[in-house]
């Protein structure tokens, strides 16, 4: 499975999780207008936070995201569904 098929999976999953549960979506507005500092971002579980952190951007809410890597670049290159992620340069 490639990166973007990765990421395509996760936000259909994350789509199920908030037909299941509806508030989910409200309780996540506490985000709104904060600063988040991942650590681990490029690993497995750091990405699959990434993912969650963009399908909840992509729903409206908005919040700046500082995701540790030790190479950025390469990251994006293996990873091109984060590009679109609103972050900190």
Do not use: H
């Amino acid at each position: 499975m490639t990166a973007p098929d990765i990421a395509r999976f996760l936000a259909e999953d994350f789509e199920r999780l908030l037909t299941a549960e509806p508030a989910l979506l409200a309780r996540c507005r506490a985000l709104d207008g904060r600063r988040l500092y991942l650590s681990g971002a490029t690993g497995f579980f750091g990405k699959s936070l990434l993912a969650l952190l963009g399908w909840l951007q992509g729903r409206g809410l908005r919040f700046e995201v500082s995701a540790l890597s030790r190479d950025p670049q390469a990251f994006l290159a293996r990873e091109p569904w984060a590009q679109n992620l609103d972050r900190k340069s």
